[in-house]
């Protein structure tokens, strides 16, 4: 790693799972993503954990962006140290200027992103954690990323999940416009996704209305027994 770790190395983000770096990949500028171990995983589970989740998310952002949808380009995975470097977007986080746009520039985002989890849904795929810090905005373009909790599954219920935690976003970034914002991204959705719109939509209520789902923090526990099994 002494190539890649080097000195044109800045620290992004330093979350719960991962460190974000800013690189020189070969000339270019990428994302640096490295898993860290966890002391209060079991060595051997630890290992596994990593190299999949790595896996996961490589193989799911590559199978994308084959699918033609905006997410950054996979330059360079190495399972074994949970490292995973994508192409950099040098953009905005939608979390923090969302609140700021014009209602037809939100609007227009909010229907990308309904159109974005359509497509990616049609595809099988969920991604998890789909909130507006998961949403780089790049000129007039609008990028996913983070796909750290994501998977495969037909479930509709991880769908219905995708959409509730974005209208939760969405809502918590823009109150008074939240409506409108809503049905623009629905709306979309409804019009891309290939499966029964209806079935996503009314599991989203339901969940906004048991008021409870499985949250970001049950999931990655939920993984964990998944590869313990
Ligand atoms: N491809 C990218 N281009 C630019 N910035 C990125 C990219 N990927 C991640 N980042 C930055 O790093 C932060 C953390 O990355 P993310 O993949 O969301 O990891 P985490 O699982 O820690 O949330 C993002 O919010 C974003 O600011
Ligand atoms: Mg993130």
Known sequence: MATIEGRNTILLSRGAEAEVYLVDFFGLRAVMKKRISKKYR???FDEVFIRNRTRVE???????YEAGL???SVLFVDEENGVLIVEYIEGVRASESFEKFDLGKATSISRRIGGFAARMHSLGIYHGDYTLANVLLR????YVIDFGLSGYSSDVEEYAIDL???VRSIKASRPLDAEVLIKAMLDEYGSHYRGDY???INRMKEISVRGRYIDREVRKSIMRERYIA
Not at 58 to 64: F, K, T, V
Not at 139 to 142: A, D, F, G, M
Request: glycine fraction near 0%.
């Open 164 to 166: 509730h935690l974005m």
């Open 42 to 44: 079991a060595k051997l």
């Open 198 to 200: 209806r079935e996503v």
């Open 58 to 64: 490589a193989r799911i952002l590559s199978e994308l």
């Open 70 to 72: 905006i997410v950054p």
């Open 139 to 142: 000129e007039s373009e609008v």
